[in-house]
């Protein structure tokens, strides 16, 4: 059985400023099977959140294709990509990206009411969701009234709620001090030990890569290196 998840072959993204051109990928070539646990390294620049947004459908490449579950989905319409984007990927940002107005019970309710679940089915989910991230206190705070690493795990708990097979994290710990981020880290481990989901993680951190179990380096826009996770330390600051 082909158990691809995620493929991209050869995906360039060149944005245009004006007259200056910037290739951000440049022939991009990466499969993802299903359940793996990869970190996307490199410096600076060097291309990874747009790798990371093109992965999960927020932006199409200028060139190439995007295969999720073996659909071409750099070729469907906006809505269309909307709703496979909902339901089979959750992101976690560095900046959280939380609903201000929103407490957090709201905030990880959200995908779900936009996918239109049923109420009971959202109240269960979300208690469910809310203990897994410890958060059963706070289900009525704001996010301005919770620590950066309870606000990270509001985010995580709202990535799970339209139960993607897929969790695609943009420097989630990036913001955080070491011990919350090995907190952030464990609950994305555990979602990939336990519940098998597929993880790709950007990060600058050589010890939060090493939890990965692949390792996927960027130049330039381009893969260095794909392989068994480096552990040189402080090799991409
Ligand atoms: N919307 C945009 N318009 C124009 N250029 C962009 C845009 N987004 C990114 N770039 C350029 O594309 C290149 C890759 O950017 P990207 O954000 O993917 O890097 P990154 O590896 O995530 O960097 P960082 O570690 O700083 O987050 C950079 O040179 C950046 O200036
Ligand atoms: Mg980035």
Redesign the pocket.
Known sequence: MNNIVLELQDVWKV?K?DEVK?P?LQGINLKVKQGEFIAVV??????????LHIIGALDVPTKGFVLLDGQEISKLDESKIARIRGKKIGFVFQTFNLYPTLNVLENIALPMRIHEFDEDKINEKCKELIKLVGLERRAKHLPAQLSGGERQRVAVARALSSQPSMILA??PTGNLDSKTSMEILKLLVGLHEKEGKTIVL?T?EPDIAAYAERMVE?KD?KIIYDGKVKKRKGFFK
Do not use: P, R
């Not at 490199?42 to 790798?51: F, L, P, V």
């Open positions: 944005y400023m910037v951000a490199g410096a600076s620049g060097s291309g990874k959140s747009t790798a943009d420097e950007v600058h960027l826009g």
